[in-house]
């Protein structure tokens, strides 16, 4: 086994992007991405940077939504505006105008501050303008305490086919610890609202180990679960990011610190998830994710498993083009001001990665299933999984953290637990040890800078074994 475990509240590869400094390397970036050649499949994200409250320990960047109900309705007007604009002037290049769009995902921030209005104007634009699959699959992220029946209605009877909810914990005293915006009883009340409507595929995001979570407010929320008829659950270990508010007030002792991420009870909840799981019919089908069969999330599927081209809009929201990531700044009025101008929103970007590099993502995206394809690797890379990764295939066997069947590799259950090692076993030599790349991280994308910190480790570090 590894002598220190990974954690990572998510993976992105490569690790490491740029600030693109000028207009000649503005202009080399768009040359790369090949836009004027036909796309096949892609998924796209749509970021919503707004929150009507900052939760204490989160390190992403958001706008607060002003009180004044006039001027934040003048302000998401003007930001919808620009993302209509943004999409269409995407959809106008061949690769996007002609490719297949396989799946949707409106996060942020909150997806759900969106009124009627501005959801009819962007989901207009994605169906007249794109090429939607037929299966397409296309997410509201968003709070409880956004929707009303008007709401749930409007989106029960359009596009969207998903939502996905931030509940956390349907304990009252334990969302007050971690200052969520809305209370319990919002999320029970918002789901069987949305599910009256006709919506049936709801996934909740919840959280465990937060500062005075017990096992008694584990065993709680999965009763309440269990009433709600959940098709899809996504679990997180609670992170206390550094600098963050939860930091400070962990620090100052108002706030009680959160359990070892090794501690006897943290393991207990994450059994006490995987048996909620078995019991409710669910399996976990990803790294964090169990789903009903017939509800595993599209969206990833496409993303991580095919790992197809991505198209992100809006500040903090990240690209995959033509082997290529770019991010865009975290900088709401520099983004409708670059869509407005009709320049390029593209700030940050990757190296383009090469074939090997290419392959090494694919076999880090796909481990997030606990397996790869031997059949599915060949069709893609026309290579034999074995004889591209033969040392570190082997070494993983020898260490029973994978088996070898006659179609996958599979990750054994005590690999299971080792998962975000085994992940960085297919990080390219060149990504570690990347001093250049910290000194891009406050300007680079905020999602980002986790897998910078990673990237600037010693290989070693991570991947030595005991």
């Known amino acids: 086994m590894y002598k220190n475990r990974c954690y990572m509240p998510f993976i992105l590869y490569p690790p490491d992007m740029y600030d ?30 707004y929150c009507r409250v900052c939760c204490k320990a989160c390190p992403y960047f958001v706008d607060l939504l002003p009180m004044n109900n006039g001027k934040t309705q003048q302000l998401l007007d003007r930001y919808v505006d620009a993302l209509v604009l943004d999409l269409k002037r995407h959809a106008a290049t061949r690769r996007w105008g002609n490719a297949r769009l396989r799946g949707v995902y ?19 634009t994605l169906s007249r303008y794109f090429r939607l699959a037929d299966d397409c699959e296309i997410t509201l992220e968003g709070n409880a305490k956004d929707f009303d029946k008007e709401k749930a209605i409007f989106v029960a009877n359009s596009i969207i086919n998903r939502i996905s909810l931030g509940a956390q ?5 334990v969302l007050q610890i971690v200052g969520s915006p809305h209370k319990a009883q919002q999320t029970i009340d918002a789901i069987r609202m949305l599910q009256d409507a006709g919506i ?76 909620f799981a078995a019991d409710a019919g669910m399996h976990n089908y990803m790294y964090e994710h169990y789903a009903l069969p017939g509800y595993e999330s599209k969206y990833n599927h496409w993303t991580m498993k095919e790992c197809v081209d991505a198209l992100g809009f809006g500040p903090g929201a990240y690209s995959f083009i033509n082997q290529r990531r770019t991010g865009i700044s ?26 090997k590099l290419s392959k090494q993502r694919y076999m880090i995206f796909n481990l997030l299933y606990y397996r790869i394809d031997k059949a599915h690797y060949r069709q ?17 066997i020898r260490d029973n953290l994978m088996q070898d069947t006659e179609t996958e590799f599979i990750v054994t259950e005590p690999g299971k637990s080792w998962l975000q090692n085994i992940m960085l076993e297919f990080f390219d030599d060149s990504m570690w040890e990347n001093s250049q790349a910290l000194k891009q991280q406050q300007s680079s994308w905020a999602m980002n800078n986790h897998m910078i910190d ?7 570090f991570w991947l030595a074994r005991m």
């Open 330 to 355: 975290k900088d709401v009025e520099r983004y409708i001001n670059a869509v407005t101008n009709g320049d390029n929103t593209f700030t940050t970007a990757s190296i383009q990665l090469t074939p």
């Open 380 to 396: 893609a890379w026309k290579t034999e999984c074995y004889d591209d990764f033969k040392s570190i295939i082997d070494g993983l």
């Open 106 to 124: 409106i996060g942020g921030g909150t997806g759900s501050l969106l009124e009627i209005s501005h959801l009819d104007k962007i989901l207009s």
């Open 454 to 460: 990673i990237g600037a480790s010693k290989k070693e």
């Open 169 to 173: 914990s349907f304990q009252p005293e």
């Open 200 to 275: 049936k595929h709801i996934q909740l995001d919840m959280m465990y180990n937060m500062p005075g979570h017990t096992l008694e407010h584990w065993e709680k929320d999965f009763k309440v679960l269990h009433e709600l008829d959940i098709k899809h659950l996504t679990t997180y270990l609670y992170r206390v990011t550094p600098g963050t508010r939860q930091e400070s007030l962990i620090k100052a002792g108002k706030v009680a610190p959160v359990a070892d991420a090794e501690s006897a009870i943290v393991k207990q909840m994450q059994t006490m998830i995987r048996q």
């Open 20 to 49: 693109v400094p000028d207009a000649k390397a503005d202009s080399q970036l768009i040359q790369s991405l090949d836009l004027d050649s036909d796309g096949t499949d892609f998924v796209m994200y749509l970021s919503i940077p």
